[in-house]
């Protein structure tokens, strides 16, 4: 079985440009999260999908900041216009929909470095 | 929210010897803690979790102990090898608050 997958693994961009990366979810889990680390500091959560819905957005950090996930598969995170504290990785979990699951299986993370 | 600590930062052992990372965690409501491992270039994977239901779990040479009082976890990890050398982050979630609130994460190096 497929593990999360993240693209693209790395990413350059200038600040004020746009970046958007994406994440794919294991097949069938219904539960997918965006985390983000900077540079020596925790991982961090920004929100929690459950399906096509927002369950949770309450570490988006502001409104540069978009989150998709049409049709409850694939999601999308945009940010736009980048700023510097917008480098870091980005990390994508995953988890199924079933209760008492508590899991969460980690993609291997998109580095994004605003210079 | 949940605010989780971990000490130390890096910790070197000896091969063969053992090693314990502790953290404390903020909210009386966290009862799921996960501990992760990352490997240089590697995704973190989830290596053992405990239950606030029991107060320790072992699974071959990794162990973890729960104090709910204390609010405090600890990763034991015994008998260390070259491949335990990574990063390892505690986390703590609720029931019904699928967010992991993660440590800052523990740089562990085994030395041959």
């Known amino acids: 079985e497929a593990g999360v997958t993240q693209f693209p693994s790395h990413s350059v961009i200038e600040k004020g440009q746009t970046v958007t990366l994406r994440c794919d979810p294991i097949?069938?889990?219904?539960?997918l999260y965006w985390y983000r680390r900077v540079m020596g500091k925790e991982i961090k959560f920004l929100l929690h999908f459950v399906k096509e819905s927002k369950q949770d957005e309450s570490g988006m950090p502001n409104n540069r900041f978009l989150a998709e996930r049409t049709g409850g598969t694939y999601s999308t995170l945009k940010v736009q216009p980048a700023e510097l504290e917008d480098s870091g990785v980005y990390f994508c979990?995953?988890?199924?929909?079933?209760?008492?699951?508590?899991?969460?299986?980690f993609g291997p993370g998109t580095r994004l470095t605003v210079l | 929210g949940e605010n989780v600590e971990q000490h130390p930062s890096t910790l070197s052992v000896q091969e063969g010897d053992s090693a314990v990372i502790k953290c404390t965690y903020s909210?009386?409501?966290?009862?799921?803690f996960p501990w992760y491992k990352q490997e240089l270039g590697k995704r973190p994977q989830l290596i053992i979790d405990?239950?606030?239901?029991?107060g320790e779990k072992k699974d071959q040479r990794i162990a973890v102990t729960l104090n709910k009082t204390a609010k405090h976890f600890s990763l034991h990890i015994t008998e260390t090898q070259p491949e335990d050398s990574a990063v390892y982050f505690c986390a703590a979630s609720s029931y019904g608050n699928n967010r992991l609130a993660f440590g800052k994460g523990n740089q562990v190096v085994v030395i041959p």
């Open positions: 909210d009386s409501a966290s009862n799921y």
């Open positions: 979990a995953s988890s199924p929909g079933t209760s008492g699951v508590r899991e969460q299986f």
């Open positions: 405990i239950r606030s239901n029991v």
């Open positions: 097949s069938g889990h219904d539960n």
